[in-house]
C-alpha cells in the first residue's frame, strides 16, 4: 500500500507492474521479489488504472506500448489523481522522443529496453527513494511553514480585534467622560455615534467606514477636556472670548489624536476638528467649505447639531421634532450639505428611533446660576 502517512522517509515496499509482454513481467517480478518488494501485475493500461486505483502503490513501473491502453494514458491517468506517486517507464520504442513525452506526462525515470542488468532498476528505485523523501520532507516543511503562517495571522487578526475593542471601549467612555463633564449625559455620542453611521450608509459608504464613523464620532468633543469648567458650564450668555475659547476645543481634540496611526482615532481627529465647519465656508476652525470638509466632519455635523436640538441642555429646553426639521432645512446649503439634509429627511423615522432608543434619563442637570 502506498506508504503515504509514514513520517518523512518514502520507503518503496508495493510495486505495480504493467507490461503486456508475460515474460518481461515474470522475470522483473521475480527479480524485485528477490529484495523484498510486493509486486503487483497488469498487462495492458486499463488492468493497471483499475489495480492502481483499488491498491495505491508506492511505485509503478510501465511499458509504453500496450493494448487496451497504452502507457502514455496510464501515465497521464495516474499522474493527474496521484502526481506524487513516482513512476518508470520501461520501453525500447524512439527511446529519446518517448522519454521527453514521459517527462511531460509525469515520469520520474526511463529505462530503455531490453535491460541488460536489472541492477540498474534496483540503483533506480534506490535514488527515487531519495527524491521521494526529500520532495515529502519539502512538502511537510511547506505546510508546517503554511500552518505556522495561518497561525500567526489568525494571532494577529484576534490582537487587531482586541485593540480595536479596546479602542472602541476607550473612546466610548472618553465621551461619556466628557459628556458628563459638560453636564450632560453619554447618552449624547450615542446618539451622535447611531445617526452618523446611519447617515453614512444612506450618503453611499460602505459598511466598513460607516462603522469606523460611527466608532469615532464620540470623540466630536474630546477637546473640550481643554476648556475651563467655568466657561463650559456657563448658564448665561458667553462673551465673545468665552465663545472664542470654547471654539477652540475642535482644534485642540485635533491636536490631541492627530498623530495615532489607529483607523479609528485617525478618524476622530478629523471629525473632532472639523464637526463645526459649514458647508458655506463660515464654520469654525479653518472655515472649509462643502467637500474641502471631510465626509466624516460633515456627517457628524448634522447628527450632532440634529440631536443637540432635540435634547434638554442646562442652556435650553428639548425643542421638537418639527422645530429642528425646520431649522434643518432652513440651513441646507449653509450649515449643511444638502444632499446630506436631503437623505436625513428621507431617514427621519429610522433618526427618531435612533432619538428615542437612546433618550435622555428623565433625571438632568439644570444651571444653578441665573
Keep these: 500500500m502506498h506508504n503515504e502517512s509514514w513520517d518523512h522517509e518514502y520507503i518503496i515496499r ?21 529484495f523484498g518488494y510486493d509486486i503487483s501485475v497488469a498487462h495492458n493500461g486499463k ?7 483499488a491498491n495505491v502503490p508506492d511505485l509503478v513501473i510501465l511499458d509504453l506500448h500496450m493494448p487496451v491502453m497504452s502507457g502514455h494514458e496510464l501515465l497521464t491517468n495516474i499522474t493527474a ?15 529519446i522522443s518517448e522519454a521527453m513525452q514521459t517527462v511531460g506526462e509525469g515520469g520520474w525515470d526511463f529505462i530503455s529496453k531490453p535491460i541488460h542488468d536489472l541492477n540498474i532498476l534496483i ?8 527524491k521521494a523523501t526529500l520532495i515529502r520532507q519539502n512538502r511537510l516543511y511547506k505546510e508546517h511553514l503554511e500552518q505556522l503562517v495561518e497561525k500567526k495571522t489568525a494571532d494577529v487578526q484576534r490582537l487587531n480585534l482586541q485593540i480595536i475593542g479596546t479602542q472602541k471601549e476607550i473612546v466610548a467612555k472618553l465621551g461619556d467622560v466628557i459628556e458628563t463633564r459638560s453636564q450632560e449625559t453619554g447618552n449624547h455620542v450615542r446618539r451622535v455615534a447611531y445617526l452618523s453611521r446611519l447617515l453614512a450608509l444612506a450618503y453611499g459608504l460602505n459598511s466598513s467606514e460607516a462603522e469606523i464613523i ?26 465673545e472670548e468665552e465663545f472664542e475659547n470654547i471654539k477652540s476645543h475642535t482644534s485642540i481634540g485635533y491636536n490631541m489624536l492627530k498623530d495615532s496611526d489607529q483607523p479609528i482615532i485617525q478618524a476622530g481627529a478629523i471629525i473632532a476638528e472639523q464637526h463645526h465647519e459649514h458647508w458655506d465656508g463660515s464654520g469654525y476652525p479653518r472655515g472649509l467649505k462643502d467637500e474641502q470638509i471631510h465626509t466624516y466632519g460633515r456627517i457628524t455635523c448634522l447628527a450632532d447639531i440634529y440631536d443637540a436640538l432635540r435634547q434638554k441642555r442646562h442652556y435650553k429646553e428639548a425643542w421638537s421634532e418639527e422645530q429642528t426639521l425646520k431649522y434643518i432645512k432652513e440651513n441646507s446649503g449653509t450649515i449643511f450639505e444638502p444632499k446630506l439634509v436631503a ?17 435622555q434619563p428623565d433625571k438632568f442637570i439644570y444651571c444653578s446660576g441665573d
Design 343 to 359: 437623505l436625513f429627511l428621507e431617514n427621519i423615522a429610522e433618526v427618531e428611533q435612533i432619538v428615542s432608543d437612546y433618550r
Design 14 to 34: 508495493h510495486i505495480l507492474l504493467v507490461d503486456d509482454e508475460a515474460a518481461i513481467c515474470n522475470n522483473l517480478k521475480a527479480f524485485l521479489e528477490d
Design 81 to 95: 489523481t496521484h502526481p506524487e506517486i513516482p513512476k518508470i517507464v520501461i520501453s525500447g520504442v524512439g527511446v
Design 47 to 53: 488492468d493497471g488504472l483499475e489495480m492502481f486505483n
Design 214 to 239: 460611527r466608532m469615532a464620532s464620540p470623540l466630536h468633543d474630546v477637546g473640550k477636556i481643554g476648556i475651563p469648567d467655568d466657561i463650559l458650564n456657563k448658564c448665561g450668555k458667553l462673551t
Design 123 to 130: 540503483h533506480k528505485i534506490k535514488l527515487i527513494e531519495e
